[in-house]
């Protein structure tokens, strides 16, 4: 996404993505992605500090604010992760499409090693 301005960060839905930040570093304690315990003491650029991760990113056509697609992450476990998201085989909403989402604790996805 280089060059372009994300609509979470400078654009249209940046006060909707700051609403739902605050909410989410409220009322959960867990990073989505690894499953372990989040220091909400420790601050950038420590790797273990607090972020918000995009379950589905932005650039695969996640929604940049909906509360839905975010989740409290450790900063180094979102890097990692990237614009990465896993397909969760034989998860199929009641309308028959298949699920796909980052959502899969305790989580096994080494995302260094990650070959998607």
């Not at 989740?71 to 009641?94: F, M, P, Y």
């Amino acid at each position: 996404m280089a060059g372009k301005t994300r609509p979470d960060q400078n654009g249209t839905h940046r006060s909707a993505f700051e609403k739902n930040k605050k909410r989410i570093y409220a009322t959960h304690t867990v990073c989505g992605i690894c499953g372990r315990p989040v220091d909400f003491s420790l601050k950038y650029p420590n790797p273990l500090s607090p972020c918000i991760d995009h379950i589905i990113p932005i650039a695969k056509g996640g929604h940049p604010s909906d509360i839905d697609n975010l989740q409290l992450a450790h900063w180094t476990c979102n890097r990692q992760k990237s614009d990465k998201i896993i397909k969760r085989q034989g998860t199929v909403e009641s309308n028959g499409t298949e699920v796909i989402s980052n959502r899969i604790l305790p989580q096994s996805t080494n995302w260094m090693e990650y070959k998607g």
